[in-house]
Nanobody, 126 residues
Framework: QVQLVESGGGLVQAGGSLRPSCAAS????????MAWFRRAPGKEREIVAV????????YYADSVKGRFTITRDNAKNTVYLEMNSLKPEDTAVYHC???????????????????WGQGTQVTVSS
């Protein structure tokens, strides 16, 4: 069984920074990409950032470009989300997700991902 465990969320003032992480454990598995999604109260889950596992290519939602950076540590099976210049609208539960290899790479869609973490709360106060 594969487990994804997020940590590193918290409460921060607007303009501050956080760096949540997501560690994969359990049964080894091949992954094509990992991502961070978020769900704000009353809203749908939305993509934040994606990183391909082999090449390290990255993709970002327009709302976080230039502020957030996704990175990975292959040896530690961990993905990070460096969040800077945080805004109150970034408040959400942040989930990481992992996708096994697939012929079609629909990175921005939740259905592409096979494993999900429970989430870590990020709250940005104004």
């Amino acid at each position: 069984q594969v487990q994804l465990v997020e940590s590193g969320g918290g409460l921060v003032q607007a303009g501050g920074s956080l760096r949540p992480s997501c560690a994969a454990s359990g049964r080894p598995f091949s992954r094509q990409a990992m991502a961070w999604f978020r769900r704000a109260p009353g809203k749908e889950r939305e993509i934040v950032a994606v990183i391909t596992w082999s090449a390290g290519d990255t993709y970002y939602a327009d709302s976080v470009k230039g502020r957030f950076t996704i990175t990975r540590d292959n040896a530690k099976n961990t993905v990070y989300l460096e969040m800077n210049s945080l805004k109150p609208e970034d408040t959400a539960v942040y989930h990481c997700a992992a996708a096994r290899p697939k012929p079609v790479t629909t990175y921005y869609y939740t259905r592409y991902y096979d494993y999900w973490g429970q989430g870590t709360q990020v709250t940005v106060s104004s």
